[in-house]
């Protein structure tokens, strides 16, 4: 499409607005008759006649002669045989019988054929035409010939056949006799016949009842055909077998006339003394007939009506005798709702009937809902009003309402003498008898000129704008009309008519069995004006005596082509303007240049010119102005000044004439369809197994389309030709950048000379108040040029509109011609719901209609892109972009190449041919990314193993929908930013789905195409799978797009691809694990080395949420595959040292320490390897391994804290229940509340030490000291060093709550198992730590306590031997230790104590001395301690030389002596002499060993 015919959706949308608004008040003014004629009672003239300068309204086109057959058998009969005559109007054929004869032949032309049917001998009294009911005759049977006689009632069969180009569908019949379908007539006479379009036949007979002819197909004893009687009652029926006719006797009122209302299923009669009978025969016409009411007193009634009253100027009819009615006739649902049936007298006065007990005075025919035959149920028969009868002698071009008496005598009478009336679709044929020479034809038709004042007008003049106005014309006709009939549209033209306006309830098209011809000649009463566009003009023929006359009734677009082919003089032509309006007239214009209009002959080109001109012409049209812009100067008082208390509205604009019949034609146009569904579902719509298919035939849809593209092209033709205002500026190119929206002084200048130069000295609207205006006039809100473009914009949206109707229905054509219902069998049921429920006007006007019909060009390129073959893309694209380039764009073209490519590829077995042509079809979509369907695309190519575009595609679309980069753009409205972030995040997430695919992570929904489902694709091999995920990787990491980078590396971790992120990660994986998870997210630079180590070193011991440990791991994993190990010991210590306020989500005091433990690994490994590029020895951090160090130590302290109190927790815990159970259901005691209350806090620390580390002094002042952990508290302030006090106190006191917490729990065995295994830790230490004297004088006295009060059993080497093995076996110290305290008298005052002190030291010196045996045995101190019954510390290297031999030997001297010293009896103190003395000897001794 060229940029000169683009549609702009906002264009298109604004003009469907107006459209919309003109098809509104078009039904508004579609008045029911009933509303008219109440509203005539209030105009002086309703009736109007044709000018007479104009041409005629009304022509008689053609006259036939009666057949000569026929008049020679009239005549052979002496002109006294009975002679009937009438018009079947379905089959084309006029009929007249004499006597038996009957004689058909065609009414619209003479083809020289009049076949005769003589079958019977008895006279025909009354002939009638049937659809033939399907199924019981042969299908070449169409209707049925009722003929009646005086004996019998006689069916025979009608065939109709078309001519043989197809141009005549009723060129010849033929009649078939049907013998068996023949029933008696019973004696009676019938008068006349009538039939539904349901094919139900009823007779009326001369003895005034009604009866219906039935057939069927029955055999045997049950009749095929037979005749009931509806009316009668049983002893009529008796009587009638009984009493022949001859001898009944009485009044009989026979009926003279009946007529079926097909669309209310209603059927009136009319009797020969004027009474009026209503029946019914159901909703649906197939009930039985039931009476309804009956009026007897017409005129009487009459009177007691409005209707009555006669208007000013009518003549007083005579009334010296009666009036009769002359005929009847059923009005259409189309015509009134309320009115039923209108009467015609024989004054040429109509009264108006309603079966209706309620007032139709609540609606216009066009309201929406209209006449519904299945809620319609008649209950009377009552006159509503009365139409004054037209005047005479209006032949001759009089004015409104005027009489002409010219010729007539004073005495003669001046009323009419109708013989006969015909009425149908808002028009009456009279035949007058009163003329004094000749009759005449009274044809009276809706005034087409009448102008509507606004529907918002009070008053009296709203009521005569509503009022009916029509015009009346004469003819004369020699002899007396028998018979008219209108000649219905060709099958053709009725089809059209029928497809477009059926399912528009107020036109009463309903289910009636009418055929298509009828339904569409109902449309005539809408009027001409809204109608000449898609009807011909209307055509009766007239049945008179002296022959055939057909007349045609010229529309005014007829009248306005003849002014144009007889050049007639411009005044015509203005008064033609302004008796229709300057909209009206414009439209007529359009239609007649645009070749729009139905016409029987081929409009010239020199009227299309003509009226061209008109359309452009401004003297015509006018021009756009301000709305009571020419009264400005009334507002002025006649002093000069203004009237200060008159209200002086603001003006609005008021477009010219050319718009407004640019829109009526285009809204007149679009009317059958603009509201109206495109789809309808046929069958069972409820459970969704309808089929759709489109509401209008292929062939309205072309008649509309023609009109339509004939009317822009005549547009786009003026603009190009810069003809008139709407060419003149249309013309000038781009109209965004034109005058239409010009501002300033430039365009307020040139306001005067565009005037001048586009209709030259022409300016009425212009300079309307230049000369006597003041300066001080008003300012007008917009200045003529601006008018000017502001009508033009206009009109240029109404010609985008056309255009893209057009192409909607070509659209609608394309997919109608492929079967709807095969295209979108593959809809879900919500899809095939929004299309049926789509609007012409959604389709043309709304995105969600340019969605759906982007949806129904995709089923039907996949009809043709199926590897079935149905055909190539360019065989359908071709059609698509000639016809609707506005819902195929090129864009669509290219992408649905690609697809028939990959559609070629899927099918394809070779492997390179596959690729080569899923590279085609990458290349295709590269051109057009933004307009593909990728969800579709992208799974196709993900069947083909063609990961590229999978990758390329979604990131040119996200790029393509974002050109500006707003969601880089931190600066702009949070708003506008999101919004473009959720655009690239859809096609971003095609690349992730595809990822999600290769992973084999079915929990992810998959996209599938659209079209069809994607078929099954071979399993990949893992090796396949893992080089696929790596090329989607190394693809996307190559795009500049970091906001895709982090969409990626985010799904890559939540699928459980690290290591491939890792392996394949860009340059800005870093920053992005070092700020995920943080929002909103942060651009970070990328450092390294020595500043990213300072930077994570900075941020040690800030806390770190849940969501992003993850992503601190990933990057601790990142800087160990890369050799970066400072950086990973970092980042490790951070995860470490992370904090967290639930325990859910904090790690285990394991997994920290597995941090922290891998953390001084890394630093290791960063001290013993040069990992960082450029870097000294003395670039990293050298105290980092020791303060992990540390970390690790003070956590296995908080580690060690956390399981004590878990275990205190668990012990009081398991006592409170033991206690619990033990009471019985007894109140508990205060100790088992107490305990359960401090399990419950023990319990809380311990979770407490779960949620972060803790720091030594926290751990030691707030958990060890409260809690009583004394042996934690020693090996906390062993690792501290500290030195706090310079005599210890706070060990040696931490010391003895920790041996007398021993001696509680277990006594001197668990003490001394205490100090073995905490003294063991601390030796040797500086001796703060580990003070030997207090634990040894602790335990010594408690010892003997116990054991003198015989608590425990204490052995004599207990306490030596845990000082020796909390010393690591080093005998000297704990010697030493025995020293200080044997030599001081105050410490051991009583001589048990000082006793079993000595006994201590003779085991430490026997230790000691095992140690010089086992270096004299040559084996180990283990094996020595074996052999001598001691126990010596296998970790004890010390050499025994021969001084520490006389160290031993001194000792053991001297404390021989203590022992004597001591003040107790022998037999105590004996023992440990002998063994201080035998210790002594055997380390004197050459053979120590053989004392032992």
């Keep these: 499409m060229s940029s000169e015919e683009e549609i702009l959706m906002r264009d298109v949308t604004n003009a469907g607005l107006v459209v919309s608004d003109r098809i509104g008040r078009e039904v508004a003014s579609q008045l029911d008759v009933e509303e008219a004629l109440e509203a005539s009672r209030y105009a002086s003239h309703p009736y109007t006649t044709h000018p007479r300068e104009w041409p005629p309204l009304v022509e008689v086109v053609d006259t036939w002669d009666l057949p000569t057959v026929l008049v020679e058998r009239y005549n052979a009969a002496g002109g006294e045989g009975n002679a009937l005559c009438g018009i079947f109007p379905e089959i084309r054929r006029a009929w007249a019988s004499v006597d038996n004869s009957l004689f058909l032949w065609r009414f619209d032309k003479w083809d020289g054929q009049c076949p005769e049917y003589t079958g019977e001998e008895q006279v025909i009294c009354a002939v009638g035409l049937a659809k033939s009911k399907p199924g019981i005759f042969v299908e070449a049977i169409q209707y049925l010939l009722i003929l009646a006689t005086p004996v019998e009632l006689i069916l025979v069969g009608v065939c109709c056949s078309g001519a043989g180009d197809g141009t005549d569908p009723y060129a010849e019949i033929s009649l078939q006799p049907l013998p068996e379908y023949t029933v008696p007539s019973d004696g009676v006479t019938m008068t006349c016949i009538t039939c539904s ?118 003549r007083a009819p005579h009334r010296s005798t009666k009036p009769s009615v002359v005929s009847i006739s059923p009005l259409s649902t189309l015509e009134s709702k309320w009115l039923h049936l209108v009467a015609v007298l024989s004054d040429g006065r109509r009264m108006y009937l309603s079966t209706s007990a309620s007032s139709g005075n609540s609606g216009t025919v066009g309201a929406v809902g209209g006449f519904n035959n299945h809620h319609f149920r008649p209950s009377c028969l009552k006159v509503v009003t009365t139409r004054p009868s037209p005047p005479l002698g209006v032949g001759g071009g009089l004015g409104f309402g005027a009489i002409s008496l010219a010729g007539r005598n004073q005495s003669d009478d001046i009323s009419l003498k109708v013989e006969t009336a015909y009425y149908s679709a808002g028009t009456l044929v009279l035949s007058d008898a009163s003329p004094p020479t000749m009759s005449s034809l009274i044809i009276v038709r809706k005034d087409p000129s009448s102008q509507s004042y606004p529907t918002g007008s009070l008053g009296t003049s709203a009521r005569i704008s509503r009022a009916l106005r029509e015009s009346v ?153 301000l709305e009571g812009s020419n009264a400005l100067a009334n507002t002025r008082t006649a002093a000069g000044g203004f009237s200060m208390g008159q209200v002086v509205q603001e003006a609005e604009p008021v477009f010219s004439g050319a718009y407004e019949g640019l829109c009526l034609c285009a809204s007149r146009l679009l009317f059958p369809l603009w509201e109206l569904a495109v789809m309808v579902m046929k069958g069972d719509a409820i459970s969704e197994n309808g089929v759709v298919v489109c509401r209008l035939s292929s062939g309205a849809m072309q008649v509309l389309e023609n009109k339509i593209r004939s009317l822009e092209k005549f547009l786009r033709c003026i603009r190009n030709q810069r003809r008139g205002l709407y060419g003149y500026i249309a013309g000038m190119g781009d109209l965004s950048g034109s005058i239409l929206y010009g501002t300033g002084a430039d365009s307020v200048a040139g306001d005067q000379s565009l005037i ?248 992810q929904r998959e996209f599938r195409s659209p079209v069809r489902p994607a078929g099954p694709r071979s399993a990949l091999d893992p090796a396949s799978r893992k080089k696929y995920i790596c090329q989607i990787v190394q693809l996307g990491v190559q795009s500049p797009d970091r906001i895709f980078h982090e969409y990626l590396y985010r799904t890559m971790i939540d699928l459980g691809l690290e290591n491939e992120l890792l392996e394949y990660g860009g340059p800005d994986l870093v920053p992005f694990l070092q700020s995920a998870g943080r929002e909103p997210i942060q651009e970070v630079r990328a450092v390294s080395g020595i500043t990213s180590a300072a930077s994570l070193m900075g941020q040690t011991g800030t806390p770190i949420p849940s969501n992003e440990a993850k992503y601190f791991d990933l990057l601790a994993r990142y800087y160990v595959l890369k050799r970066q190990h400072l950086l990973a010991a970092h980042v490790l210590l951070r995860l470490a040292e992370r904090r967290s306020t639930d325990e859910k989500d904090a790690p285990t005091l394991d997994q920290r320490r597995q941090y922290l433990s891998n953390a001084i690994l890394q630093a290791k490994n960063a001290t013993n390897s040069d990992s960082l590029v450029g870097s000294t020895p003395g670039a990293f951090d050298n105290g980092l391994l020791d303060l992990l160090e540390g970390k690790l130590a003070v956590l296995r302290f908080q580690t060690k804290i956390k399981e004590e109190l878990e275990a205190i927790a668990s012990s009081l815990e398991t006592s409170v229940d033991m206690s619990e159970s033990t009471q019985n259901g007894s109140a508990p005691d205060s100790s088992s509340t107490t305990d359960a209350n401090y399990a419950k806090i023990v319990r809380e620390k311990a979770k407490e030490l779960s949620l972060d580390l803790k720091s030594i002094t926290q751990l030691y002042n707030e958990y060890a000291v409260p809690f009583e952990l004394w042996e934690i508290c020693l090996e906390m302030l062993y690792f501290a060093n500290y030195t706090g006090d310079a005599d210890s106190s706070i060990i040696r006191e931490t010391w003895a709550r920790l041996i007398d917490q021993a001696l509680s729990k277990g006594g001197i065995a668990e003490a001394c198992s205490v100090l073995k295994r905490v003294g063991s830790h601390m030796y040797p230490g500086d001796g703060a730590v580990l003070p030997l004297d207090t634990l040894c004088l602790h335990l010594e006295k408690a010892a003997l306590e116990r054991l003198d009060s015989r608590v425990e059993s204490v052995g004599d080497e207990d306490i030596a031997r845990a000082l020796l093995a909390a010393c690591k076996g080093a005998a000297e110290p704990v010697l030493n230790t025995y020293d200080q305290l044997l030599s001081s008298g105050a410490i051991l005052p009583s001589p048990n104590l000082r006793l079993r002190v000595l006994r201590s030291v003779l085991m430490v010196l026997r230790e000691w001395a095992m140690s010089v045996f086992a270096k004299r045995m040559g084996t180990s101190a283990t094996g020595a301690s074996l052999i001598l019954g001691g126990t010596f510390s296998a970790d004890q290297t010390t050499v025994i030389n021969q001084g520490i031999r006389d160290k031993i030997t001194s000792a053991a001297n001297r404390y021989m002596t203590e022992v004597r010293r001591l003040p107790l009896p022998q037999s105590q103190t004996g023992a440990v002499y002998r063994g201080f003395r035998e210790l002594e000897e055997s380390l004197i001794s050459p053979f120590p060993l053989d004392r032992f």
């Design 197 to 314: 379009d349901k094919g139900r036949i009823f007779l009326a007979g001369r003895d005034g009842n009604i009866y219906e002819l039935l057939y069927t197909t029955g055999s045997g004893w049950y009749k095929r055909c037979r005749k009931v009687c509806h009316t009668a009652g049983v002893g009529n029926v008796i009587s009638r077998w009984i009493v022949p006719n001859v001898f009944r006797f009485g009044a009989v009122d026979p009926i003279v006339e009946l007529v079926f209302d097909n669309e209310r299923q209603l059927l009136y009669a009319r009797t020969e003394e004027m009474k009026l009978q209503v029946f019914v025969l159901g909703p649906n016409g197939d009930g039985p007939l039931k009476k309804v009411a009956e009026e007897r007193n017409l005129f009487n009634q009459r009177d007691t009506h409005h209707g009555g009253r006669q208007t000013t100027g009518q």
């Design 756 to 1003: 001048r130069n586009l209709f030259g000295s022409y300016s009425r609207n212009a300079d309307s108040n230049g000369a006597g205006a003041s300066n001080k006039r008003q300012r007008l809100p917009y200045s003529p040029a601006e008018l000017a473009a502001i009508e033009v914009r206009a009109m240029e949206c109404i010609r985008q509109l056309l255009l893209r109707s057009a192409e909607a229905l070509f659209l609608l054509q394309l997919l109608s011609q492929h079967h709807v219902t095969r295209l979108v069998q593959g809809f879900d049921a919500n899809l095939r719901q929004e299309l049926v429920q789509l609007t012409f006007c959604q389709l043309v006007c709304s995105e969600e209609g340019d969605r759906l019909a982007t949806r129904l060009i995709s089923a039907l390129m996949e009809y043709y892109t199926d590897p079935d073959g149905r055909g190539t893309v360019d065989d359908i694209s071709g059609r698509l972009r000639e016809g609707c380039p506005s819902y195929f764009k090129e864009s669509d073209y290219k992408f649905f190449l690609a697809v028939e490519c990959l559609e070629r590829a899927a099918v394809s077995s070779d492997s390179k041919e596959k690729e080569n042509l899923a590279r085609e079809a990458f290349n295709f979509l590269s051109k057009v990314p933004e307009s593909a369907d990728l969800r579709t695309v992208c799974r196709r190519f993900e069947d083909l193993r063609f990961y590229e575009a999978v990758v390329r595609l979604p990131l040119q679309k996200a790029q393509a929908l974002d050109p500006a980069g707003d969601a880089f753009n931190d600066q702009i409205d949070a708003a506008t930013r999101e919004y473009a972030l959720v655009q690239r995040q859809q096609c971003y997430e095609i690349i992730t789905s595809a990822l999600r695919s290769l992973k084999g992570d079915s929990s």
């Design 473 to 625: 014309t004469s003819l004369p006709v020699e002899g007396r009309m028998l018979s008219v009939t209108d000649i219905l549209p060709l099958p053709d033209t009725a089809t059209t008519v029928q497809s477009l306006y059926s399912e528009l309830e107020f036109c009463g098209f309903e289910i009636s069995g009418e055929s298509c011809e009828k339904s569409s000649g109902k449309l005539w009463a809408r009027g001409d004006l809204s109608t000449q566009h898609i009807l011909p003009r209307r055509r009766i023929v007239v049945f008179s005596t002296m022959g055939m006359m057909e007349v045609v009734f010229n529309r005014p677009v007829d009248i306005l082509r003849r002014l144009f082919e007889l050049n007639s003089p411009r005044s015509i032509l203005e008064d033609f303007f302004n008796r229709f309006g300057a909209g009206e007239a414009a439209a007529m214009c359009l239609m007649l240049a645009a070749r729009i209009v139905h016409s029987e002959n081929l409009i010239s080109n020199a009227v299309a010119e003509k009226a061209a001109e008109a359309f452009v012409d401004p003297r015509l049209v006018g021009m756009p102005q």
